[in-house]
């Protein structure tokens, strides 16, 4: 039986001993490299310029558009996002038509930095017949009169910086081609940090969920540190607002996006639900957040399930170390400010901090004590990238990527891919049991048929004529499985696809 150890004691046993005060240089020293594994890209539409809207302008290159989200409809329909403020419904020939103008609802949206703007959206699931979809956004405070719903624990409205909101939007007619129709705030956060860093992000049903299950239309929210960990400004590194049970921070949430007027339920600190199914909602604690799924994330801004057997898998955005993938089973700790990767934090450590980390101890390492988190699945450090996006567990027509898990690094366009059954096999309870990671070497074909290996940073510099120091890569996947590959700075959505 292993043994069980709190982190409170482990931390108090290594000060007193000075055991492991060696910082860790070079977490994994192993490269990530290719082993053959090779993927076409290809050019699907480019969303229409909107470079001029930047506030960046003057200072330097900026995208000609800002993709963050694909998504398709069961009724064959496509939609995806520019985060300055757009909604556009793809046509069959590829062709992108503005179907909402989210700045002529929001005129404080914030365009303040590149994770700013309309950030995502999120469809129901029976969409075709209530209208219902949902969208993350973030203002500015400027003239914002609007009543926020939660503030982070210890802060008042005097420290708020940024507004983050969750709206549900109602089609009067699903089926039509321009949005008309109304809106509903579902929550509205309090920013406390000088740069909008880590805002409320991913939206998602599970789609592996049917209806009759319990889990059928209950929407899954991406919330972060909120920019705690690098946001700049007094609150910049702040550990209190970590690992507790009594904010919304540094989780992830599972909420009926019913307001409780309509569900006859108990609210939540939005205007929505809390499910009863949730395990915080039923553990008798008052001072638990009952829209709790999992917590102790950093910044999970994309996740998503695996089809075959609902396996969720999230991918958090480490501090200045190490990217993570995690599968999340509810009720878990995945261990930020504690824990980056199956590292300690530097921040416990005298005169240390949260830039660098410190190896646990062997007997924590290898499982045979056990501590209170759950740990990833696989990970990089950022020898290799410095922000990890969203992954699939691939579903495709592509041969080489039957049964991989594909992946990506936003700032240097890494594409990389992980065997799912290994990642299954790393989710053991031994933090140093994770899977291999290869990297996808992508090609194009020209009008010849001839082949070239490229990297999406060539893809997009020749695009753009210049040199870009991101990619601004995301991931999205299609209704049949396919992964369309986006950046923000060239604005080209593009898709993988089979020889």
Known sequence: MRKQISTASLTAGLLASGSLYAQVSNPIPEPVTMQGLEVRIE?????????????????????????????????????????????????????????????????????????????????????????????????????????????????????????????????????????????????????????????????????????????????????????????????QGDPTQTQRLDTILTAILRVDPRSPAESGGTKGVGDYTIPEINQYAADGDPNTFGEIYAYGFRNPHRFSWDMSDGTLFAMDIGMSQIEEINIVHEGRNYGWFRREGYFDNGIHYPNGSMEVVFPLPADILDGSTQDEFTYPVAVYDHDEGVAITNGFAYRGAIPALQGKFVFGDIRQGRLFAADVAALKAADDGIPQTVAPIEEIQLYVSDSSGEREDVTLFQLIERELGRASARADLHLSESRDGELFVTSRQDGWIRVLVPD
């Open 43 to 235: 050019k699907l539409t480019r969303l229409p310029r909107t470079a001029a809207l930047d506030p960046s302008i003057g200072r330097g290159a900026v995208g000609w558009a800002r993709p963050s989200y694909v998504r398709d409809l069961p009724d064959g329909r496509r939609f995806a996002n520019d985060s300055r403020g757009f909604l556009y419904l793809i046509d069959s020939r590829n062709n992108p038509a503005l179907y909402l103008n989210f700045r002529d609802v929001f005129p404080r949206l914030s365009l303040a930095g590149l994770q700013s703007g309309f950030i995502g959206f999120e469809f129901h699931p029976e969409f075709a017949e209530n209208g219902l979809f949902y969208t993350t956004h973030i203002e500015e405070i400027a003239g914002n009169t609007a009543t926020l719903d939660f503030i982070p624990p210890g802060f008042t409205i005097a420290d708020v910086t940024f507004h983050d909101v969750i709206t549900e939007w109602r089609a009067n007619d699903p089926a039509a081609s321009v949005f008309r129709g109304t809106q509903r705030e579902l929550l509205r956060v309090g920013h406390i940090v000088d740069n909008p860093y880590h805002a409320l992000g991913h939206l998602a049903f599970n789609p592996t969920s049917a209806p009759g299950d319990a889990d059928y239309g209950l929407l899954y929210i991406g919330s972060t540190d909120l920019g705690f960990s690098n946001g700049g400004g007094p609150h």
